[in-house]
C-alpha cells in the first residue's frame, strides 16, 4: 500500500523522536487519525477532553521533559480552541508544534463548513514559523522547519494541513526547481561570549559589595555554576517563578520568589543591593527590581533578542549559563563573608519562620497556607509540582521548599486559569516514573480541571508510577481576584462574580475511580498527605479552605493592608475574632515597625 502524506507527518514526527501527540479527534484531521490507527498509534495519541487542555498538555510535557511537545487538532474550532495554551508556550518560551486541519482545498475560499483563515489566526501565536502544507512534496520541509523553529527559538510554530492534502499519496521532492529538500535533526552549539567581554563582567561584579542575582528559567542547568557564584561573590539569589526549581531553597542565601507573588527577603535584597547579576531570565516587573539608575548590572542570556530589555544592565553577555558562569569563575575575587550575606541569610530564616507561623494562624475551616507548607516537608525529592492561575500560585511560591531535583511550574507570564490538571497530565507523560502533585483552585476546576480527571482516568495505568495528587482548594470563591480588589481598591466582594457554587470534588473523583478525600480539619492534612503520596493510584484532595486567608504580598502598601483589611470586615465585624492573628502576622512582616 502507498504512504499517503498523512502517513509521512507521523513516520516524521517518529523519526525526530517525538513520542506522544496531545489532540482531540475531527474530521479536518481524519486523514491523520487514519494515520494513527495504522501506525499502531506510534507516536502515542493522547486525548484529552479538549483543544485547549490538549494545548497545556503539550505545554506541560515540553516544560517538565525538556523535549518537544506536539498537540494536534482538527480545522476551524479545533484549531481556534488550541490558541490559549499556544500563547501559554509563547509567552513562557516552551518548544510546542501544533498540527492542524482545514478545510479541503477545494473549498477554500468559499466560506465552507469549518473554513478559517488559519494562517492569519496563528500568525502572532505561531509567528517564528506558521505554514500551510499545500502539496506533499512541502511537507518535509515544512515540518522539519517547524521543530527545527520551536526548539531553537523555545516557541510554538504550526503547520496547517488541508483536509485532502493529508489523503494524498506522498511524493517526496524531487531534484529540480522550486523543490525545497529537508533533512533531520539539529546539532545545537554552545553559545559563550569572548574573554574580554567575560574580564568586564567580572570587573563590574568583584566592584560591588553587596551583589544581588536574579537567576531564571535559562539558568536550569546551571545549577552548580550558580551556586559557585553566588559564594564567591556571598550574593543572595532571587528566583523569578519560572525558574523556582532552579536553585534548591534549602541554601541559606535563596530568597525565593520575586515579583507580585514574592518574599519579603527578595524584596529587601533588591532594594538594599548595589551590584545586580541576572542569569536566563525576562522577569518583567521592573518595579522589583533595584531603582533605575541605582546599581552597575550585568546580564547573561542565551537569547540576543531579550537581553538588556528589563533593566538598564551595564553589560550584556550572550551565553549558555552554564557555560558562561563557568568561564566567569576563575576571573571573579573570592570575598570574605561579611554583613551583607550575613542579613540575607538571616531574612530568608525569618521569613521562613514567618511562613510556618502564618500557616498555623486559625482559619475557617483549613488555612491554605497549611495545605501547601504540610506538603513541603514530605515532598519527594523527585517530585513535580504544578500550580494553577489563582491563590494557589501564591502559596504555591512563598510555603514550598524546593529542594534536590523537585521540578515545579505554572503559567508564568500568560497567568491563565486552567492549566493545572493537564500541566500534571503532560508531566506524567513526560516522566511516568516521577510523582506529580498538582495544586488548583475550585474556580479552575470547575472551568476545566473536573474534565480533565477524566483523562488522568483514562491514562493513569500505564505510568509506571501511578502517583497524581490534585490539591483542590475548595473556598467556593474567585479568591485571586477577591483579594486584589479588595487590595487595590478597597472593594467588598460582589457575590455576582465571585462567588462560585458549591461542587463535591471529592465525589466526582472517586466516580472515575481515583481515591479521593475531604478535608474539613487542618489536623487531616498531614495523614491526608501521606496517604495521597503513597497511593497506588491517582488521588485529589478536595481541601475546604478559607477564602478570607489574604494573600497579601510581602511589598505591599499601608494602603494596600488597610483596604484589604476594610473591605474583609465590611459590615461584619465578627470575622475580626477569626482573622486578627492572621493580619496581625501579615502586618508585622509588611508594615514598617510591624504596625499591626
Not at 506536539?70 to 499556544?86: E, Y
Not at 482545514?102 to 465552507?112: D, I, K, L, N, P
Not at 539569589?237 to 534549602?250: I, M, Q, T, Y
Request: proline share 7%; with cysteine.
Amino acid at each position: 500500500m502507498s504512504q499517503t502524506t498523512a502517513d509521512h507527518v507521523l513516520a516524521r514526527l517518529r523519526e525526530w523522536g517525538v513520542d506522544h501527540v496531545f489532540g482531540y479527534a475531527g474530521d479536518g484531521i481524519n486523514g491523520l487519525l487514519a494515520a494513527w490507527a495504522r501506525a499502531d498509534d506510534a507516536p502515542a495519541f493522547v486525548q484529552a477532553r479538549h483543544e485547549e487542555m490538549a494545548a497545556f498538555e503539550a505545554v506541560g510535557y515540553a516544560k517538565f521533559s525538556g523535549r518537544l511537545g506536539v498537540c494536534t487538532a482538527t480545522s476551524g474550532p479545533g484549531a481556534i480552541h488550541l490558541l490559549n495554551g499556544l500563547y501559554d508556550a509563547k509567552l513562557d518560551h516552551v518548544p510546542v508544534v501544533a498540527i492542524v486541519g482545514q478545510t479541503a482545498r477545494s473549498a477554500m475560499g468559499g466560506s465552507y463548513q469549518q473554513e478559517v483563515d488559519l494562517a492569519t489566526l496563528y500568525k502572532d501565536v505561531a509567528s517564528d514559523f506558521v505554514e500551510t502544507v499545500n502539496v506533499p512534496e512541502q511537507l518535509p520541509n515544512v515540518l522539519d522547519r517547524a521543530i527545527r523553529t520551536a526548539m531553537s527559538a523555545h516557541a510554538p510554530t504550526a503547520i496547517i494541513i488541508p483536509s485532502d492534502v493529508q489523503e494524498l499519496e506522498y511524493t517526496p521532492p524531487s531534484h529540480e526547481f522550486k523543490m525545497v529538500p529537508s533533512s533531520l535533526g539539529v546539532r545545537w552549539p554552545t553559545v559563550a561570549p569572548d574573554d574580554s567581554a567575560l574580564q568586564e563582567a567580572a570587573d563590574i561584579l568583584n566592584s560591588g559589595e553587596k551583589v544581588a542575582m536574579l537567576v531564571g528559567q535559562g539558568a536550569r542547568g546551571a545549577r552548580a555554576e550558580v551556586t559557585q557564584v553566588a559564594e564567591l561573590l556571598q550574593a543572595g539569589v532571587a528566583k523569578p517563578l519560572l525558574g523556582k526549581d532552579v536553585l534548591s531553597d534549602d541554601l541559606p542565601f535563596v530568597t525565593g520568589s520575586i515579583g507580585l507573588l514574592g518574599t519579603r527577603p527578595s524584596y529587601d535584597l533588591m532594594q538594599d543591593c548595589d551590584t545586580l547579576l541576572i542569569v536566563g531570565s525576562s522577569f518583567p516587573y521592573t518595579q522589583f527590581l533595584p531603582e533605575l539608575g541605582k546599581v552597575r548590572a550585568v546580564q547573561i542570556d542565551v537569547d540576543a533578542g531579550r537581553i538588556g530589555m528589563r533593566y538598564p544592565t551595564e553589560l550584556n553577555l550572550v551565553g549558555d549559563a552554564a557555560t558562561t558562569l563557568r568561564a566567569l569563575v576563575p576571573m571573579l575575587k573570592p570575598r570574605e563573608r561579611g554583613s551583607w550575606r550575613e542579613d540575607i541569610e538571616k531574612g530568608v530564616a525569618s521569613w521562613w519562620e514567618t511562613m510556618a507561623k502564618e500557616a498555623e494562624v486559625p482559619a475557617e475551616p483549613v488555612n491554605p497556607m497549611k495545605l501547601f507548607s504540610e506538603l513541603s516537608t514530605r515532598l519527594p525529592s523527585n517530585a513535580i509540582v504544578a500550580a494553577d492561575s489563582g491563590s494557589s500560585a501564591n502559596w504555591y511560591a512563598r510555603q514550598l521548599r524546593f529542594r534536590d531535583d523537585m521540578r515545579g511550574s505554572l503559567s508564568g507570564t500568560l497567568a491563565t486559569m486552567g492549566p493545572g490538571v493537564p500541566y500534571g497530565i503532560g508531566a506524567k507523560f513526560a516522566c511516568p516514573d516521577r510523582p506529580v502533585i498538582v495544586f488548583a483552585g475550585d474556580g479552575a476546576m470547575q472551568m476545566n480541571g473536573l474534565a480533565e480527571l477524566i483523562t488522568v482516568k483514562r491514562y493513569w495505568e500505564h505510568w509506571s508510577d501511578p502517583r497524581l495528587v490534585v490539591a483542590v482548594l475548595h473556598n467556593n470563591d474567585l479568591n485571586q481576584v477577591t483579594w486584589e480588589m479588595r487590595a487595590m481598591g478597597g472593594s467588598p466582594k460582589f457575590p455576582e462574580s465571585q462567588t462560585l457554587p458549591d461542587v463535591d470534588y471529592a465525589a466526582f473523583a472517586a466516580s472515575l475511580g481515583l481515591a479521593a478525600r475531604t478535608i474539613t480539619s487542618p489536623d487531616e492534612l498531614g495523614p491526608a498527605w501521606e496517604q495521597a503520596l503513597a497511593a497506588d493510584r491517582p488521588t485529589l484532595l478536595d481541601v475546604h479552605t478559607d477564602p478570607d486567608v489574604p494573600p497579601i504580598p510581602p511589598h505591599a502598601t499601608f494602603e494596600q493592608v488597610k483596604n484589604s483589611a476594610a473591605a474583609l470586615l465590611h459590615g461584619d465585624e465578627d470575622r475580626w475574632g477569626v482573622l486578627r492573628e492572621g493580619i496581625r502576622t501579615k502586618a508585622k512582616e509588611v508594615l514598617p515597625g510591624g504596625h499591626s
